[in-house]
């Protein structure tokens, strides 16, 4: 009990809305010119939404919604395999829950799952693991997604089943890494985000260093901070004090949490089990070397070359649902003509409306004033 009244203590620091508000003027005094900002991760994008922070800084201040949810980037074409392997009989798909209704081209997890497919959601890769173990008659397929931050659970997985010999468990991989779709933002010719905001939790696996080749050749400012708003209020004005000074660094905002070289041995996990490969990006297009596939050590256990999937291929996403500029920053929500009528969290269009982390989901639930 005493570790969780200080824990909630320690969290209140940056929850305190006089400490917040006493950011935000360091903010107003520091800026003298326009600057756009992006942050990078979902759950930072909530918490900006929620607690009304873009109210606070100055209006010099634009911030642009980023990719930062797996779920929301996780392709239509992906989804569509998961569908199909879902329909064998002798399959037990497995996911996290906001993956449920991600549309693919024809239909969701959910919708297959009402036609008959055993479709389960799980809290991650160990409980489809120990599935598989009271399952032998069946094949348990794990649809994988997510950032650095949830793939070595899945290595970890993935390394479990060859130990064990549990040949009945395979994955769909569909994770992705952070440092390349940044590439793709800033080299896309309609850029303009001029610092990000990078996930406290990916660094937290990854460390400083996979932003430092990316600072080096854009001389763009990366600072690395938290979900808390006193957190994220700390990297904006660690953004506008390095722009403002023409300095381009990564800078850790999240220290508390984040060390410089990361958490090695779940490196060591992505390591031995991954191996990086081109990767499409929901809104993006594919973007090269950004996804993480399973070594061919450990075909076993991927489900993409166990199960004849030739005939599901990559499909034109829904061009009524604006969520690529979302994605990519350059709309906000509300500026897409499906928002809140024809694309509702009850209906949605796009992965942005469904998913937990999802900018679109963010503005319906905490600014409905906004909803068409």
């Known amino acids: 009990m005493q570790i969780l009244e200080k824990t909630l203590k320690y969290l209140d620091e940056f929850r305190d809305p006089a400490a917040a508000r006493r950011v935000a003027e360091e903010i107003r005094r520091a800026v003298t010119r326009p600057w756009t900002l992006m942050e990078v991760c979902g759950g930072q994008t909530h918490s900006i939404v929620k607690n009304g922070l873009d109210s606070l800084w100055p209006s010099e201040i634009t911030l642009a919604h980023g990719p930062g949810c797996p779920v929301c980037v996780t392709p239509a074409e992906a989804v569509d395999k998961a569908v199909a392997l879902a329909e064998k009989p002798e399959v037990i798909l497995t996911s996290f829950g906001d993956m449920i209704r991600v549309p693919g081209s024809g239909g969701d997890l959910a919708s297959a799952r009402a036609r008959g497919a055993d479709v389960r959601v799980v809290y991650g890769p160990l409980d489809a693991l120990a599935l598989a173990r009271r399952e032998p008659d069946k094949i348990v397929v794990f649809f994988a997604v997510g950032f650095e931050t ?70 763009i400012p990366v600072v690395i901070t938290g979900f808390e708003p006193v957190d994220i209020l700390r990297g904006v004005l660690a953004l506008v004090r390095q722009l403002e000074t023409g300095r381009a660094e990564v800078e850790n905002e999240y220290a508390r949490v984040v060390r410089r070289e990361g958490n090695r041995p779940a490196q060591h996990l992505l390591e031995e089990v991954f191996q990086c490969t081109d990767r499409p990006w929901r809104g993006f297009g594919t973007i090269p070397m950004s996804g993480l596939e399973i070594r061919p050590a450990f075909a076993p256990w991927d489900a993409e070359q166990r199960f004849d999937l030739s005939g599901v291929g990559a499909v034109e996403e829904s061009g009524e649902c604006r969520a690529g500029d979302v994605l990519r920053g350059l709309l906000k929500p509300a500026q897409c003509p499906a928002f809140g009528s024809a694309c509702t969290p009850e209906r949605p269009l796009g992965a942005p409306m469904v998913s937990s982390e999802g900018a679109c989901a963010a503005y319906y639930r905490y600014r409905p004033v906004e909803v068409r």
């Open 150 to 219: 949830t793939a070595p659970a899945v290595a970890l997985a993935v390394l479990r089943a060859r130990t064990e010999n549990l040949r009945n468990f395979a994955l769909l991989a569909r994770h992705v890494i952070v440092p390349p779709a940044l590439e793709a933002i800033v080299s896309s010719p309609g850029n303009r985000v001029q610092g990000f905001l990078a996930a406290g939790h990916v660094c937290t696996i990854m460390g400083e260093a996979a932003y430092r080749d990316f600072v080096a050749r854009h001389k």
